[in-house]
């Protein structure tokens, strides 16, 4: 009954401020910010009424809906830009929304998804309009020493996360705290592992973990997908993972993976080429870096899509080809 009220009380008063030109006073009245500096964030897909919440909760504004109403008003929908920004002083709500809209931040943002590849990472590098490009005009080894890598190639070196900037940093900032977050987990992951895996190196895990990144639709199945490619690994078996064979075609991958896509050899080609490929397919969360190196107690050997993101796991060629039959058939009726 109170939350009826509230929301009562609010909309006349909006009714209140509209008819009698009340919605310009409150434009222009200075909030009462306190205290100051404060800050708070606008991230990615932050709308009016997701804005007028966050300034509400963080005490920059008292009246959430009156300020979503002003900026539905001015057509502020869609003009916010992310970032960290800092009040120091006062302002009015006009004010506020022409600093949002201009992205006058102390810090900006910049995200990295997981299962990208080093590609996916580049564009949007490129699109940030307040970071400055500059490993676009540097080659890969270039970049990978400017970042402190000592590995050979940038691909899966990234940790997938939001990273915050200064406006006009470069980006070779962020790859730098990207990789080293990389390292970090992983080197914690490496220490922690599974007994008996066959595993040389932490890259060869990394590199595990970024397959296991691309062929999970459902998170939960992750240590079971990674079991499934070690014990073909201790087999000597084949890995024959499509997401290998799609980032070994490259720009030549036209989303539709052909019968020849999968006979034509690459480096990447694990129906081709037994082990696992030369170097990561994609950035790997750490939920796949630990998945790969603690990997679930199964014999699976082979697993098939359900069509919902989900597989049935199979420890024999005949149960498989059952599953095989049942929904990958039906999927293509």
């Not at 300034?55 to 001015?74: A, Q």
């Not at 699109?127 to 970049?143: F, G, I, T, Y």
């Not at 014990?231 to 997401?243: A, I, K, S, V, Y």
Request: a positive charge; charged letters at 25%; zero cysteines.
């Amino acid at each position: 009954m109170k939350t009826w009220i509230r929301r009562s009380v609010v909309l006349a008063g909006l009714a209140v401020l509209v008819g009698g030109g009340g919605l310009a006073w409150y434009g222009n009245r200075p909030l009462q910010i306190e205290p100051l500096p404060k800050t708070f964030e606008v991230v990615p897909g932050t709308n009016l009424r997701s804005l007028s919440m966050v300034l509400e909760r963080e005490g920059v504004i008292d009246n959430g809906p009156l300020f979503s109403l002003l900026g539905r008003v001015l057509g502020k929908e869609g003009k916010l830009k992310v970032g960290v920004y800092v009040l120091d002083r006062p302002l009015t709500p006009l004010a506020l929304y022409a600093k949002i809209e201009r992205g006058e931040v102390s810090q900006a943002m910049v995200q990295f998804i997981e299962g990208w590849n080093w590609r996916e990472v580049q564009a949007e590098l490129a699109a940030q309009p307040m970071l400055k490009n500059d490993s676009a005009r540097m080659s890969e080894a270039a970049v990978l020493q400017a970042i402190g890598a000592e590995e050979g190639h940038i691909e899966g070196l990234l940790f997938p996360d939001t990273y915050f900037y200064a406006p006009q940093a470069s980006d070779l900032t962020v790859l730098r705290r990207a990789y080293r977050r990389q390292h970090d987990k992983l080197m914690a992951a490496w220490e922690a592992r599974a007994p008996g895996l066959p595993y040389r190196t932490p890259y060869e895990a990394l590199i595990m973990a970024s397959i296991v990144e691309k062929e999970t639709g459902a998170a939960a199945e992750r240590p079971k997908i990674a079991a499934v490619f070690l014990n073909r690994l201790r087999l000597g078996m084949r890995l024959q993972t499509d997401p290998t064979v799609i980032y070994g075609l490259g720009n030549r991958f036209d989303g539709n993976l052909r019968k020849a896509d999968l006979q034509h050899d690459t480096p990447y080609n694990t129906y081709t080429r037994a082990g696992l490929p030369p170097t990561p397919i994609a950035m790997p969360s750490e939920a796949a870096i630990e998945a790969a190196l603690n990997p679930a107690k199964t014999d699976a050997l082979y697993f098939v899509s359900r069509g919902d993101g989900t597989h049935v796991f199979s420890s024999t060629l005949d149960a498989h080809n059952r599953a095989v039959d049942r929904y990958q058939r039906s999927l293509r009726r």
